[in-house]
Every structure is written in C-alpha cells, then in structure tokens.
C-alpha cells in the first residue's frame, strides 16, 4: 500500500450594514450534549469563537462516500452537513489553477491570492524572503491573539504541515518546518495538537534541520509553560489543567484510523479536539481553533477508498464535538461561527454503483484490495494483522493529484451562504471578530 505522507481575489460585495443583517450566525440546529463551563465575557464585551474546520482535499464525492458508509444511501446527514448554511468557493491559486495546501489555506488566513507552496508569505522573486506586500499582514489567528483570545490548531498531519502553518507563521516555503514551529511558539499559540515537527527540507530556502532541532523546540516548548503530552492517555490527563499543551503523537502525520493496532496509544481527532476545547474555553474573550482532517486528501493521493471514508468520519466526530460545546450555552450559540470548508478536492474521485440495487452501510464481506508500493494487488490488513474489509459500493478515481473543482462551504452563518472565492472566508472571520454581524 502507497500511504503518502508527502504532501481571485474575489471580495465580499456585502457593505457593513449588510453584514450586519448576519447577526450572530444564525441558530444551529442540535440538541445541547455539552456541560463545559461557559468562557465567560471580557472587560464587559462578549467572547467571540471561531471554528475553522478543513477536512484537507474533501470532495463532495467523499461525503457521499461517507454517509453511504455509515447510514446507507437513504440514511441521515453526516453531523456538518446539517449546518444550516451551504455555499461554495473557487479554489485557485495566484499562480496556478490548481491549487496545493499552503495557497488555499494561506487565502483563508490571509485574505489574498498566494502561489503555490508559500505560507503566508508572498517571494515572488524566489529570495526565501517575504516581500512585506501582504495587504493583510497579520492572519486572523494573529487578529485573535491580539485581542487577548485563545489560539489553537488541531491537525493529523504533522502539526507544521501546510494548512495548520499558514495561521501562525509567515515563510516562503512549506518545506520550513523548523521555522514554522519556531514562528508558532513567538507567537505563543495555545494549543498545539497533532503529529510531528518536520525539519527544514526540501524548497526552503533556510539552513538546514533535523532531529536534534525539533528536540531543542520541543524543550524551548515545556521551559514556556507547554504541558507536553505524546500519547491519548496523556492528553486527557493533562486538558483540564493545562494553560497550553503540545501534543506531539507520532514522528509524522498520525497514523491512518483504519491501520491502527487496538494497542495504539494516538488519538483521534474528536479526542484532539475535546482536549483543545479544555483548554481554549478558559479564555474570557473567546478563541480562534482550526481542526484539520489532514488525511482525507492523503487517502485520496493514494486512491484509498477506506482509508478517504474514516478520515472522514474521523472529521465529522470532532465536528460534532464542537457543535455539542457551541450548543452547551447561549452566548456560545450566539456567539460562534463554525466553518466547515475543504481546501481543495482530490483525485476526482467518484461512486460509480452498484446499479439495480442500494448499498448496505458498513464493510461487505469483500476483503479490501489495493495496490503496493510494487504495484501489485494485495488484501489489506490493520496493524492486528485483522483483514480489512471494503465498502458496498464501488468507486473511481480520474487522478493522485488535487483538481481545479469548486468545494462546499457548510456553516451556521448565512454570510458563508453564496458562492465566492477563498479569500472571501478571511472578511467573513474578520467581520465576525470584529463583532459587525
């Protein structure tokens, strides 16, 4: 099996006093599972949340997939699909119709167009150096912070991988690992959750690192105040009273669901995301947290139909574990904005049947195939040597690569309810902090 681990300005036309129509982002529609403590106001304001949630390379294919799984083709919605609220956005990049990770996030971060590969950080003449031309210099991450809010990213990537980077770090390469950590912890963002620290490789243009430089981050981390935590059990012994945490849960992005040994000691990430919520929701003036389903985009690099269905089922779960806290108060459903958007979709991927008949949900009795790294078909199996099992469906793909189409925006706030372009998302966020709608 090939498991990778490598991996417009189109502006909101709507006037403030249109925006202000928003309100508060609009009811959602579940039922309160939550008793976490309220945050509370600052200085006699109302704490703002936002929850940016990207299940990275998430096609609407991938959801369709997804739900059959689980529900059966007539079953009911995934739990971000009953956001009241569906628009979609164009995806491109400044440079390229086809758009990678760093660019897409980097639009939402920052509210413009970057090339390919850069992170918040436009180098247009190659130098490894930002060219301070941001029109949006610091991201709403840094907007937050500044306003005395909580921070956190949430990923199963390494947590320096593209999409959790362009929050808090601005470099001309995606390749810059070190830097990007480095840059996360000047910043000093609360909640850091995933899998590893990669080194400076590849295209970035910095001096060299390897492993003796994340060790050295990771201690300049815990003489900070970072509870540092490396498996589950940690975690949840830590959330409740940390002030920050790192959790740092495999030397690469975390290992896929459907892989794991019932010994695995990683947890998932709803379980990520619970802890995150443990820690930002001490923070009176609210917080920023971006949840990343890194690996639905790597399962469908490698044209994996199981490993694509439970990372995205994964996402959901932790979906649903923020929409059970937004709904746990008030002024948490009155004052939070849930975006729930893919940054691009990937590998074109599509259900083709079966024909004449309905899917049942869950495995089939078909052991699941795929190729190997020789090409050859062989029957997958866990990390328990247990077979793997495939969907009751069949499936297909047209690449390994991102494509160019339009991806879906659910949410619980209308000014999300359109079509627009990534870098839309940015004004919506802002807009939001800055209490207009």
């Known amino acids: 099996m090939n498991m990778r681990k490598i991996r417009s300005v189109l502006m909101c036309h709507l006037a403030g006093c249109f925006l202000a129509i928003f309100v508060s982002g ?9 008793s976490v403590k309220n945050a509370g106001s600052a200085g006699g304001g109302e704490p703002r949340y936002i929850f940016f949630l990207v299940p990275d390379g998430m ?18 919605p995934l ?41 918040s950080c436009h180098d247009d003449n190659g130098d490894g150096l930002c060219d301070g031309t941001l029109k949006n210099p610091q991201t709403i991450l840094e907007l937050a912070a500044a306003r005395g809010m909580g921070t956190g990213l949430v990923a199963t990537s390494d947590i320096t991988h593209a999409t959790p980077a362009v929050w808090g770090a601005h470099v001309h390469s995606r390749k810059c690992e ?21 080194a400076n490789h590849g295209a970035c243009l910095l001096e060299p690192t390897d492993e003796t430089t994340t060790e050295a981050l990771i201690q300049r981390a815990r003489n900070e105040g970072y509870a540092y935590v490396t498996t589950e059990k940690e975690m949840i012994a830590r959330q409740a009273s940390a002030k920050k945490i790192l959790g740092v849960f495999n030397s690469g992005g975390l290992s896929p669901l459907y892989t794991r040994s019932s010994a695995s000691t990683e947890p998932t990430l709803g379980t990520m ?16 947290l971006l949840v990343e389903g890194s690996q639905v985009d790597w399962a469908n690099h490698d044209n994996d139909m199981v490993y694509q269905i ?36 990937c590998g074109g991927f599509g259900i083709n049947g079966p024909k004449g008949e309905l899917s049942v949900p869950g495995d089939s009795g078909r052991k699941y195939r795929l190729k ?17 099992y495939a969907p009751d469906f069949e499936a297909g793909w047209t690449s390994d690569g991102h494509t160019a189409v339009d991806t879906l925006i659910w949410s619980n706030s209308p000014a999300c309810g359109r079509a627009m372009d990534n870098t839309d998302l940015f004004y919506v966020m802002r807009t939001f902090l800055q209490g207009n709608f």
Request: charged share 20%.
């Open 59 to 76: 096609g609407l294919s991938n959801v369709t997939a997804a739900r059959i799984y689980k529900n059966g083709p007539g079953g009911v």
């Open 372 to 388: 190997n790294e020789a090409g050859v078909m062989v029957d997958l199996k866990n990390n328990d040597g247990k077979p793997i």
């Open 178 to 198: 070190s830097e990007v950590f480095s840059q996360f912890l000047d910043l000093g963002i609360d909640v850091l959750l995933g899998g590893g620290i990669a």
């Open 26 to 34: 609009c009811a959602l529609t579940y039922t309160a599972a939550s």
């Open 273 to 288: 995301t619970r802890a995150a919520l443990e820690v930002l929701q001490g923070f009176n003036s609210g917080f920023f």
């Open 310 to 345: 439970h990372e995205t089922l994964d996402f959901d779960n932790a979906v649903k574990v923020i929409l059970d806290w937004v709904n746990g108060s008030e002024i948490r459903k009155k004052n939070s904005l849930v975006i729930v958007v893919p940054d691009h979709d």
């Open 79 to 119: 739990t971000f699909e009953r956001l009241p609220y569906i628009g979609y956005q164009r995806t491109h990049s400044k440079n390229s119709t086809v758009t990678d990770s760093a660019a897409a996030a980097s639009a939402w971060a920052s509210g413009e167009k970057f090339n390919n590969g850069e992170i």
